[in-house]
């Protein structure tokens, strides 16, 4: 059986300056791997250079994205916003054309 990947959630992430280390703890903490979401194929927390994160997360489809948007995951994420990052997340909702699933 083949596990589809049709959709993704790209969220770039700007630490406040002196909350790099907070942000990393935050991200590293289970946020950026959305490994308590069962509608979630992937989920990766990256660090594009000195206080510039993402979070990166693949979804089989636009329903387990948006029950992901609306779950415990986002929560938190907004939640610590004001605290921690210089710019409100922007939430940016993408179709994958290829992607490459463990174990296939």
């Given at each position: 059986e083949s596990t589809m990947v049709t959709k993704a959630l790209y969220v770039p992430l700007k630490a406040k300056p002196g909350k790099e280390a907070e942000v990393?703890?935050?991200?590293?903490?289970?946020?950026g791997r959305g490994q308590d979401d069962p509608h979630t194929n992937t989920g990766d927390a990256i660090k594009d250079s000195e206080g510039q994160y993402a979070i990166f997360?693949?979804?089989?489809?636009?329903?387990?994205r948006q029950t992901h948007l609306n779950g415990k995951v986002a929560e938190a994420?907004?939640?610590k916003a004001d605290e921690l990052f210089a710019e409100p997340p922007s939430i940016n909702?993408?179709?994958?054309?290829a992607a490459k699933v463990p174990g296939q």
């Open positions: 990393e703890e935050f991200l590293n903490g289970g946020l997360d693949t979804f089989p489809d636009d329903d387990g994420l907004m939640a909702q993408l179709d994958l054309l």
